[in-house]
């Protein structure tokens, strides 16, 4: 299990600061959870692909399929490794 803080970026460069914790899948396949503070965020905006930032310099596509209050759960692809 890979954790960790990251950025979540959604449609409209609206970016919310997440801590993540994600699991390998086939290839590049990623699911996980991503947990973020309540704020006025609009629940909408989950309802599109986004891509997460990730600390290490990996980066993922993912689609978000359970929001709670504080919790998101996700399904993606990392798009870009870490070269370090």
């Known amino acids: 299990m890979f954790t960790g803080k990251g950025v979540l970026v959604a449609k409209g460069a609206i970016s919310v600061p997440v801590t993540y914790r994600y699991i390998e899948t ?3 396949g990623r699911a996980g ?13 989950f309802a599109e692909s986004m891509r997460l930032s990730c600390d290490d310099g990996i980066e993922m596509l993912i689609v978000v399929t359970s929001v709670s209050d ?11 490794t870490s070269t370090t």
Do not use: N
């Not at 959870?33 to 905006?45: K, S, W």
């Not at 504080?70 to 870009?80: D, N």
């Open 33 to 45: 959870h991503l947990f973020c503070e309540p704020g006025p965020t609009d629940p909408g905006i």
């Open 70 to 80: 504080h919790r998101l759960v996700f399904i993606g692809r990392e798009t870009k």
């Open 26 to 28: 086939a290839q590049a």
